[in-house]
């Protein structure tokens, strides 16, 4: 996995978070993360990340290939997927709450 650099995402709770990120087509490894489907923008020479879906898994490897989010994610232009690494599965849905709550993405409603 060739991370591409880093993103940071705030939360309802105004905690920010840090994800690394990727093109959406490489090979996962067996990792616990947060996940979120992200369509990268470029504007006045400024990089942005939009969240279209946020996740939570204790496998990327298992999760993101049959992902049933896909059809959504890319008729919105997902163009990375931004990966937080995270073993503890309590603290991953605190996060992936927090962050819901506050980026509203697309396709965790669609």
């Known amino acids: 996995m060739a991370k591409e650099g880093t993103v940071t995402f705030t939360g ?24 979120i489907f992200t369509k990268r923008t470029v ?33 919105h232009g997902c163009t990375h997927i931004a990966v937080r690494t995270e073993s503890n599965q309590t603290r991953r849905r605190e996060i992936e709450s927090d962050l819901m709550e506050k980026q509203d993405p ?3 409603s669609e």
């Open 43 to 75: 504007s006045a020479g400024k990089g942005a990340q939009t969240a279209l879906y946020i996740g939570e898994t204790h496998s990327l490897k298992e999760r993101i290939p049959g992902h049933e989010k896909w059809p959504c994610v890319n008729k």
């Open 12 to 35: 309802a709770s105004g905690a920010r978070y840090t994800f690394n990120y990727y093109k959406k087509d490489v090979n996962w490894k067996a990792v616990a993360a947060v996940y």
């Open 106 to 108: 697309l396709c965790n």
